[in-house]
């Protein structure tokens, strides 16, 4: 057995050692003989409060086990006062981890100086004030190995953390210089791109995902690299789930331009060779892979997971070779303007009263036009041949009554043809082990009579029994799902299916039998004939086209989603939106029995707005509808009162507020308090004004005790009985409207 690493003599200081990574940090020192200074503030992760019980478990666990540690509770920001810990309680330092960190997260355009300076003030110059500390002691004693925390913001970016991954791409800099400057004084400095679960990431990532990202899966490598035998400076070193690389700038081969005669170039010899600049053909590209990409860095993990638990046969190999070398199936598909109207009728499309349902289904209308999902039909004409050979390459029986969609991406490049001729050309592009099942992907690209792209489809259909083959789990290639926001829906849309609803829709080409004949659907374990997964994906694409398209098909982009349980024929579709900008989430479930049909789902659309159109036979948009039980809906008429009386809280208070009143747990009603548009309003619904500034959550007794002046906001705060997101301190000012008691 190898010598273990120990750390016996030196000194460690963790920043932000009371939890996530510090914490592992601080323990795995401390188990190698270290003497380790526990430095936290205690504040939350979005730097506000303090507090001394993180340092003091964390000492008191390491102590637990026999090892040496005191705890530091300075802010990073007073640097020396850190440092003088750990040369108080142990008279030198020779391992800085600089670890401590906060998040105000806010989009480039709504970040304040307060969210810039102070992250920054964190994470920057946090990290400069400690290491300036600590520097003159290494320096004398001609040892010291530091570490940076980056992060894949820094080196990536990552939307809405512009301070953020400015600070994180700072301290590469910063410990770029160091480790030229601590050479000759045997001061070694790297930086790490860590990606765990801590509680900057809690309620961010998945279970599953926090579960795989533990942080005690980076602290061995924190560990090698400050040990006195690792000789590593100035890397950069992505770490995750017990992976880690190496990262590295590199440049193309280039060019070199000059003018006649040596002249300064023109703007336009630039642009005539600007291929040549960004010609990688002599050098290899670097590749943002690993945890620079965490998509696919889930996907390294488990396939290397999946790895080590099978031998990787020359069979497995082969059936991926067979799969790859099936020749594209190209097709035509003829359609008329009936058969456009008859996928129309399959999909839900009935009589409405202000006639808007012509457009789908009258030839002569004006504005005649065919469902984007529609895209689907011709496409699918072409996969069916192609799966029973890829099936048949890889070995695999193909039983129908086990045969299901699993997901599907339709993307598309201009409105589908009223009628004509399509070209469609589909290609296998993998297949993968599911262990109980195989999945098959097929892209099909559909172009019309001009030979112009109309569409792309990928299909993803699950074979039961298929698995087991030895193959990876996880395509590069496959169209991504979304993770459905945690917060309520920004609307909803109700609508009962008709009991005849797969018959109408199997003559648009899907004649599986699962969806008609009982004695087949039993065969795959359903007690009953079920919708066809792409009727209820119809549903879909036209409740988000109702709801923020005005039913406009030329403002459709693109649609992803799982086909995660089964409808039966008759039940009712709820489906939920979320609307960020152009991109719309959604789900869709069945009313009758809570069952999520349709998962991680996502429409992009182009300049979409909010229609207030109905859908017949269900409800009519309902985003979050009024509880009459609510007790707080007296409390929002008794502010809108107040609001219309006193003009000028909209320029003292300058804010839109969201309150999302909850009963039991679950959500029961939404109020917009509109302190910032006009003379001020209160209304029940969305905001219609762009995104709230504040969003508010709180149980209907806990919210009239606060009006009542029973209880104190801050309190139930604490006690995570009020949870407030953006910005908080402008929630301070709601006291103003929280006067007047007596009148609640």
């Known amino acids: ?22 914490r592992e940090y601080a323990l795995a020192f401390a188990s190698r003989g270290a003497s380790v200074v526990v430095n936290d503030l205690g504040g939350d992760k979005k730097g506000g409060g303090k507090s001394s019980s993180a340092a003091d478990k964390v000492v008191e666990e390491i102590r637990s086990r026999g090892g040496k540690a005191i705890a530091d509770y300075n802010s990073v920001e007073d640097g020396e006062k850190v440092v003088q810990t750990a040369l108080d309680a142990f008279d030198r330092i020779d391992v800085l981890i600089n670890n401590a960190g906060i998040l105000r997260d806010r989009s480039f355009g709504r970040t304040s100086d307060l969210d810039w300076d102070l992250v920054h003030r964190v994470h920057l110059r946090g990290a400069f004030n400690v290491t300036r500390a600590a520097w003159p002691h290494m320096r004398k004693q001609k040892y010291g190995k530091i570490i940076m925390t980056s992060s894949t913001s820094g080196v990536l970016g990552n939307f809405g953390q512009a301070n953020y991954s400015a600070a994180k791409l700072g301290l590469v800099g910063l410990s770029n210089t160091l480790s030229l400057e601590g050479k000759k004084y045997n001061i070694h400095c790297n930086s790490i791109v860590p990606t765990a679960a801590s509680r900057l990431t809690h309620g961010i990532l998945p279970s599953d ?51 006649k005669g040596g002249q300064v170039p023109t703007a ?8 040549n600049v960004t010609d990688w053909s002599g050098h290899k590209q670097p590749e943002t892979k690993g945890a620079l990409n965490f998509p696919e860095l889930f996907v390294r993990l488990e396939e290397a997971k999946a790895a080590s638990m099978l031998d990787s046969s020359a069979e497995t190999k082969s059936v991926y070779e067979k799969v790859r070398q099936l020749k594209d199936n190209v097709s035509t598909f003829t359609y008329e303007f009936k058969d456009v109207i008859l996928y129309a009728l399959g999909v839900g499309v009935k009589f409405q009263e202000d006639f808007s349902h012509l457009k789908f289904v009258y030839e002569r209308h004006d504005n005649f036009s065919v469902l984007p999902s529609y895209g689907v039909i011709s496409a699918q004409s072409s996969v069916g041949p192609l799966v029973s050979l890829a099936s048949e390459a890889a070995g695999i029986p193909l039983d129908f009554s086990k045969f299901l969609h699993g997901e599907q991406y339709l993307e598309l490049y201009k409105p589908i043809p009223k009628f004509g001729t399509l070209t469609n050309t589909a290609h296998v592009i993998d297949i993968l082990d599911k262990g109980k099942g195989a999945l098959i992907l097929v892209n099909v ?50 609508e009962k299916t008709s009991c005849s609803q797969a ?92 069952q999520i049909a349709l998962s991680g789902g996502f429409v992009d659309l182009k300049d979409i707005t909010d229609s207030k159109k109905s859908i ?41 507020f969201e309150w999302n009143v909850t009963k039991g747990g679950k959500p029961a009603g939404q109020w917009i308090v509109d302190l910032k548009t006009g003379s001020g309003s209160v209304m029940a619904g969305p905001c219609k004004q762009g995104k709230p500034d504040c969003t508010l959550t709180v149980e209907d007794d806990d919210l009239m005790s606060i009006a009542k002046g029973k209880a104190n906001p801050q309190q139930l705060f604490i006690q995570g009985k009020l949870k407030v997101m953006g910005n908080i301190m402008l929630s301070m000012k709601l006291g103003q409207i929280f006067k007047e008691r007596a009148k609640m």
């Open 616 to 656: 017949p036979n269900g409800n009519a948009l309902a985003l979050q509808p009024m509880n009459a039980e609510l007790k707080s809906e007296a409390f929002f008429k008794e502010i809108g009162q107040r609001v219309s009386n006193n003009p000028d809280l909209v320029k003292n208070v300058n804010g839109i």
């Open 1 to 22: 057995m190898v010598d273990k690493l120990r750390f016996d003599g030196r000194v460690v200081l963790v920043t932000g050692a009371g939890g996530g990574l510090g």
């Open 503 to 594: 018959l109408w829709y199997r003559l648009s080409g899907d004649y599986n039998p699962i969806h008609i004949e009982p004695e087949f659907a039993q065969m795959g374990g359903f007690s009953t004939p079920i919708l066809h997964g792409l009727c209820s994906f119809g549903f879909a694409v036209r409740h988000v086209l109702r709801q923020y398209a005005n039913d406009d098909v030329t403002k459709f982009k693109a649609i992803k989603t799982r086909f995660s349980k089964p409808v039966i024929p008759g039940q009712t579709i709820q489906t939920d939106m979320w609307r960020d900008r152009n991109r719309v989430f959604f789900q869709c479930k069945v009313v009758e029995n809570g």
């Open 445 to 494: 690209t559909t172009k019309d009579d001009k030979e112009e792209a109309v569409c792309f489809n990928q299909f993803s259909f699950y074979i039961g029994g298929g698995g087991g083959f030895g193959g990876k789990r996880h395509s590069d290639h496959a169209k991504s799902l979304v993770a459905t926001p945690s917060r309520s829906p920004d609307a909803s849309i109700q």
């Open 209 to 259: 995902v926090m579960e795989a990202l533990k942080p005690e899966y980076v602290a061995p490598y924190v560990v090698f690299l400050c040990h006195e035998t690792c000789p590593e400076t100035g890397g950069v070193f992505p770490i995750a789930g017990g992976w880690a690389s190496q990262l590295r700038w590199q440049e193309s081969a280039g060019v070199v331009l000059f003018g």
């Open 268 to 275: 336009e010899m630039v642009r005539d060779n600007w291929a």
